[in-house]
């Protein structure tokens, strides 16, 4: 089992193009930056790589993305944590799930599987926000990893222009799954069924009731996948949790 060590937290953010999922990245590099997390180990990758977001690095291409991944194997040791941010557009094609990268390139749940091989960190949280984004929870929660989605393998992730968020979910999220007081499954489950979070705010305004636990639609159902990374007992901003 996957316990809790004295490391460094690494993340890599990865939107393929700029738009509504811009807000959502702020929110989550910002979370990260008050959380402690020093610049130099955010590796963010968004459209072009020229966006309104100033601390992007590179363009979101599946190339950068793989280079992102070998700069943690360069970078992390046995200790650290790794946060995977993704987010845009998702499908889902003969029951495997994709994501579009730069330029409209389609990358599978199975070869992203395949480029986060080896990572040399204690565990890793991979978060995806794009539709259908299920697949990927599943498939990268194992080991010790664990994934993390907006909704399941067949469902839609929901924004709003007015309110500037791609993905209600993640915005219910972050910055909380930092806070070193917050276990990842406490984090995950408040942002779930806490009615003041922006993600159960917007099931009851869509489903027309005011119930502590939102009516979940099987399609729109946030995945918490593990193996042998226990979420209950494991930290992401923090090795323990704080005494405050």
Known sequence: RV???????????????????????????NSLIG???PDLNIS?????GKTLNNF??????????????NWVRQKANKNDRLLVYVANHGNIINGQCMVVAYNDKILWEKDFEKI???????????YFAQCCSGGFAKRMGNGRHIGVSSTSKIGMSYGSLDWKIGDYFTCSLFPHILKDAKSIETAFDEAVFTTTSPFAKYLTRAFLKDIPRPPFKKDQIPQLRWQNADPSNLYLGSTSPSKK
Not at 5 to 26: C, H, P, Q, T, V
Not at 44 to 48: I, K, P, Q, R, Y
Not at 116 to 126: D, E, K, M, R, S
């Open 56 to 69: 992007v690095d590179k363009s979101a291409t599946i190339a950068n993305l793989e280079s992102a991944f």
């Open 44 to 48: 963010a990758l968004e459209g072009d």
């Open 116 to 126: 986060t091989q080896g990572l040399p960190v204690n565990f890793g949280v991979f």
């Open 3 to 29: 316990s809790n060590l004295e490391g460094s937290l690494y993340a890599i953010l990865f939107n393929a193009k700029e738009g509504l999922f811009s807000y959502d990245l702020r929110r989550v590099y």
């Open 35 to 37: 959380a402690g997390v």
